[in-house]
């Protein structure tokens, strides 16, 4: 029975796990967009690459010529002995200077395909951290790392090899089928007829292998979405003992990755067992047709081995095209979903005259502001409210009143939909972002610990700041006395998010970040929450000196700790609905003189 309530589970999760395949046409404008990243390189790498193959091509094509026309039927028809050593000379000549050439090409090519990688994961990296938090809010963080990492990836075979191969096996392939009807026509004709029928068969296949790739990257977007949720939620799934769901879940997850990769690689195979086939039929054309031709002396022996020669170098490039064109089709798949996020843009839009503030007061003024996360329902509803520079300012709520909502449009991590933001007289859309978020420090609840130290996380607030500056914020803020009896002090490692620190210890840690920054605005977003009571006054006692001169925003749960705050906003539903003192508030017995006594209750309780 439990086995079935399982299955019904993974099926709901998968109902609302679907990807689309979008049916799009080959889109050769997105392909060149593709290859402009190589432009960087179009006078180093490139050109020196396309001379070696160039070199190699030429060789290629002159070697059937040479053992065919010039030591079959010359040298070796006319017992000329000194030619025919001469030629065997030119012979291993050419190919050593095609062995050395392949050596320099493959070089370059893979330093081009390395290069042009690491240009592109870097540009979508960068754009990545340029956009709004919405971006973040409607994805996993499992399916942007695909996109950096799988899909980018998929790349680095087409930049390193399928360039200069197209290239080569177009060169080539031209050069043969010239070289072809010079030595002999009609042979060349009867041999190319079969050409038509492959290319319709092979088209056929294009829109199935490039579907075929599309699912590919979807499945291996989930895929690591659900590894990324799982490696993060292990704690829950454990505290619920629901380890044989989510491994019921992935097991199916993982099957779908699988047969796509199936499917796509099936598909793919298909190209080359075609051109084989299409190479045997010529092979028994150029024997029926070439012995006949013989026979009748239109063409040499000689001939007719250089156009065996020929005929095996004919049906090469045409194979590797296809696996080009198959490595273009990946690359599409992939290329869509990179530009899909490269031409993403921020919702955050910074004007080019943007001010930037480089002596910031702190005043903040709220001019009847509204705003929608969704288009549909109001998180704020006609807001006005004034800070004064340096005051300490206290927004209290129940959960979903609009508190963090005005904390984000300060930062401006989102614009208002209605009214303004002002930040010392100026509208925050006028500002520059990053002299705007330079003199704001936040500080969270759920706190991010970066992997590595102690210090290298505290300096993360002010890169530039020496290590006595990050010394004494952390004293300032009672960190220091916890780090001391670290094994290494300051140089601790913390590994990834911090887990080797208590939840307290890395809302310290927190605390030391934004201070260290000395931001002219701190917003502290439940900052206390997760801190015991005996660190939280120590924490209030260093905040009363730490926020002179700075104006504070205090998002918080628990009362006791903006008592000393100088003005309360009190938010219900999007609007404030009280403002003034903890003294001034408590005489009013509204909703904050409420909200006071039930948290009274509940320690009482407790």
């Known amino acids: 029975m439990k086995e079935t309530k399982i299955e019904k589970s993974v099926l709901k999760r998968f109902q609302y796990s679907t990807d689309q395949v979008i049916e799009k046409p080959f889109n050769y404008k997105q392909m060149?967009?593709?290859?402009?990243?190589?432009?960087p390189y179009s006078r180093t790498l490139l050109p020196l690459a396309i001379l070696m193959v160039l070199l190699t091509t030429a060789i290629k094509l002159v070697i059937p010529t040479l053992i065919g026309v010039y030591t079959l039927d010359g040298a070796i028809e006319n017992k000329d002995i000194s030619q025919l050593y001469l030629l065997v000379a030119i012979l291993c000549g050419m190919y050593v200077v095609s062995y050395v050439a392949n050596i320099f090409r493959i070089k370059w090519m893979n330093e081009l395909g390395q290069n042009v990688i690491y240009d592109l994961r870097k540009h979508l990296f960068t754009h990545v951290q340029s956009l709004s938090h919405r971006f973040f809010d409607q994805r996993s963080a499992g399916s942007i790392l695909v996109r950096i990492m799988n899909d980018i990836n998929s790349l680095q075979e087409l930049f390193t090899n399928g360039v200069i191969n197209l290239l080569m096996d177009v060169v080539l392939l031209i050069g043969v089928i010239v070289i072809l009807f010079i030595l002999s026509p009609p042979l060349t004709l009867a041999i190319l007829i079969i050409l038509p029928i492959m290319f319709f068969i092979s088209t056929s296949l294009r829109k199935k292998i490039r579907k075929s790739w599309q699912v590919v990257r979807i499945k291996q977007a989930k895929l690591n979405s659900h590894l990324n949720e799982s490696i993060q939620g292990i704690r829950i799934t454990q505290s619920f003992t629901q380890e044989k769901e989510n491994m019921a879940f992935f097991d199916g997850v993982n099957d779908e990755?699988?047969?796509?990769?199936?499917?796509?690689s099936k598909k793919n195979a298909v190209f080359r067992?075609?051109?084989?086939v299409t190479n045997a039929v010529g092979t028994a054309v150029l024997i029926w047709y070439g012995t006949h031709l013989i026979q009748n002396e239109t063409i040499t022996i000689g001939v007719f081995v250089s156009f065996a020669f020929y005929l095996g170098m004919f049906w090469e490039p045409i194979?590797?095209?296809?696996?080009?064109?198959?490595?273009?089709?990946?690359?599409?798949?992939?290329?869509?979903?990179?530009?899909?996020?490269?031409?993403?843009?921020?919702?955050i839009d910074e004007r080019k005259d943007a001010i930037r503030l480089e002596k910031m007061r702190g005043e903040i003024t709220f001019d009847h502001v509204d705003f929608s996360y969704d288009g549909k329902?109001?998180?704020?509803?006609?807001?006005?409210?004034e800070m004064k520079a340096g005051q300490s300012i206290a927004l209290v709520g129940h959960t979903g009143s609009g508190k963090t909502t005005i904390a984000s449009l300060i930062s401006r991590f989102y614009d208002s939909t209605g009214g303004s933001v002002k930040i010392d007289g100026v509208d925050v859309r006028n500002l520059s972002v990053d002299s705007l978020r330079g003199n704001i420090s936040i500080v969270l609840q759920d706190t991010f610990i970066f992997s590595g130290t102690i210090m290298e996380n505290i300096r993360f607030g002010r890169p530039d700041a020496n290590d006595s500056e990050v010394i004494s914020a952390a004293k300032a803020v009672g960190a220091d006395h916890f780090i001391s009896r670290l094994p290494n002090n300051y140089g601790t490692e913390v590994e990834e998010r911090g887990n080797i620190l208590s939840v307290g210890e890395r809302q310290l840690l927190s605390f030391a970040r934004a201070l260290l920054a000395n931001p002219k605005i701190l917003i502290l977003d439940e900052a206390t929450a997760s801190i015991d009571t005996e660190t939280e006054v120590k924490i209030q006692e260093a905040l009363k000196t730490l926020l002179k001169g700075r104006t504070s925003i205090?998002?918080?749960?628990?009362?006791?700790?903006i008592r000393e705050a100088d003005n309360i906003f009190v938010l219900d539903h999007g609007e404030i609905i009280e403002q003034g003192n903890h003294q001034e508030l408590m005489k009013q017995c509204g909703e904050y003189y409420n909200l006071v006594q039930a948290q009274y209750t509940l320690q009482q309780i407790s």
């Open 32 to 39: 060149v967009r593709l290859f402009r990243y190589i432009l």
């Open 257 to 264: 990755n699988f047969v796509s990769w199936k499917d796509a």
């Open 273 to 276: 067992p075609l051109v084989e």
């Open 319 to 347: 194979s590797r095209l296809g696996q080009v064109y198959n490595q273009l089709l990946v690359g599409m798949a992939s290329s869509e979903r990179i530009f899909e996020y490269i031409d993403e843009k921020p919702l």
């Open 377 to 385: 329902r109001q998180a704020l509803k006609n807001i006005s409210l």
């Open 554 to 561: 205090i998002i918080a749960h628990r009362l006791s700790t």
